[in-house]
């Protein structure tokens, strides 16, 4: 079924009439005389919005109306009859359209349908793919109100706040059901990989709170990356309000996919929160394993302030050597020094007890001459940049405040916009419209 309206013109025909239309625009608004190149910017654009316009309404119009005959095929099996013609308004890149669209209605299975949107691959949203890339992509970098306003002053769309609001959270939904399918890929061991060979993947992972549903919680973020001349190179990340149990499978299949399959060793960075080492035990057990130094030394500047007093010298120069003895494998010292503290208070020995066991807990962690050696970094900055930049960066705003639901949807929005700010947000639109 052919859903183009007849036309007693050629192609070459219809070019000629085009272009006689175009010189039309172009006399209209091409100036003459001198102009200063902001002012010749701004008349080209112009006139290229109206040519693109010009260009669409001609295409739009080539459709026709999707009416062939009387009776068309209905998907039930049976015949869909036609009944009227039904308006549609939709916003597109290049503005405003209005289509006019054969109805047809079948009786055995009580449905209707307009031929003219399966051909335009509509769906039932008053937008085209093209404005929801736009708006997922300004989405994920500025609120809904600004990313609505930006979209106004780049393309001339006017979408109200709230449009913006659902469309980028129909993305980031989209994006969240594509990492359900990766994480299944995993498990069915048919995830794509790259099949560059890599010496070694770096990874981390952390938490930043953010306040949802009136209260403060937990947003877990990882981040793989690699580690170059000039600095981090190839980094990719997830983030998620779910549980850390959630969250280790989607960072297990993060790894795989950014190049673990590949890579001769995986390093994993990151503070003494228990809930990361827990998911590092599970999907990493062989990954090198390294404890945050400055997290580590924090830990020892509390030691230092309870046994020698708030910037006191000895805690001081207590801590430049312990310091020394960490950067030099000798953490066992480090612990030793602590075994020999006797508090006289007993918070003091609270405190002993606990950098005590956190110390033995993470001594194999915390082998940070050997880690620099081989060309580790023994810092987890990398994931608390990352924690500003997917989370703090759009999130936490002044005012801001966050339905769960909203929240998850920009959490996978912002950390697909991090990624690569190259995301094809349009073909994400796609695959949330097909999704529908």
């Not at 031929?115 to 039932?124: A, E």
């Not at 994931?383 to 997917?390: G, H, L, N, P």
Request: aromatic letters at 8%.
């Amino acid at each position: 079924m052919s859903a183009f309206k007849p036309s007693q013109e050629s192609k070459e025909e219809r070019i000629q009439r085009l272009l006689r239309q175009f010189e039309q625009t172009l006399r209209e608004r091409l100036t003459e005389g001198p102009q200063t190149l902001e002012e010749i910017e701004r008349e080209v654009a112009d006139i290229g919005k109206q040519v693109q316009k010009d260009l669409q309404d001609e295409k739009l119009d080539q459709s026709g109306t999707g009416y062939t005959q009387d009776q068309v095929p209905c998907c039930c099996g049976g015949k869909a009859a036609y009944c009227a013609e039904h308006r549609r308004h939709l916003v597109t890149l290049h503005g405003p359209i209005t289509l006019t669209r054969a109805y047809y209605y079948c009786r055995g299975c009580h449905t209707g349908t307009c031929p003219l949107d399966t051909v335009l691959g509509l769906d039932k949203g008053e937008t085209s793919l093209g404005v929801r890339g736009l708006i997922g992509r300004l989405s994920a970098y500025m609120p809904d109100r600004k990313a609505s306003a930006e979209a106004e002053l780049l393309t001339g769309v006017k979408l109200a706040p709230s449009t913006a609001q659902r469309l980028s959270r129909a993305l980031g939904d989209q994006l969240a059901r594509d990492w359900q399918a990766e994480e299944a890929r995993w498990k069915a061991d048919r995830l794509s990989r790259t099949d560059r060979p890599i010496p070694c993947v770096h990874t981390s992972m952390d938490g930043v709170f953010v306040f949802v549903d009136k209260q403060w919680c937990e947003a877990k973020v990882g981040v793989v990356y690699e580690r170059g001349e000039q600095g981090v190179e190839r980094a990719a990340y997830y983030a998620t309000l779910a549980k850390s149990a959630d969250f280790g499978r989607r960072w297990r299949t993060l790894t795989c996919r950014e190049g673990r399959g590949h890579c001769r060793q995986l390093v994993v960075v990151a503070d003494g929160a228990e809930w990361i080492w827990q998911e590092t035990g599970k999907y990493a057990p062989r990954s090198v394993q390294i404890l945050d130094y400055y997290h580590g030394v924090q830990h020892l500047w509390m030691v230092a302030r309870i046994r020698f007093g708030e910037g006191s010298e000895a805690g001081a120069t207590w801590m430049a050597l312990q310091q020394e003895r960490l950067l030099d494998d000798k953490v066992d010292a480090v612990i030793a020094d602590l075994e020999l503290w006797v508090p006289n208070t007993v918070a003091g020995e609270e405190v002993r007890t606990g950098k005590l066991s956190y110390l033995r807990t993470h001594r194999h962690r915390m082998q940070y001459k050997t880690f620099r050696e081989a060309g580790y970094h023994i810092g987890s900055g990398v994931v608390e940049a990352s924690c500003k930049a997917t989370v703090q960066g759009r999130m936490k705003g002044p005012g801001m405040r966050w339905r769960a639901a909203g929240a998850e949807a920009m959490l996978h929005l912002r950390a697909a916009w991090c990624t690569s700010q190259q995301t094809d947000f349009v073909a994400i639109a796609r695959r949330a419209s097909m999704a529908a």
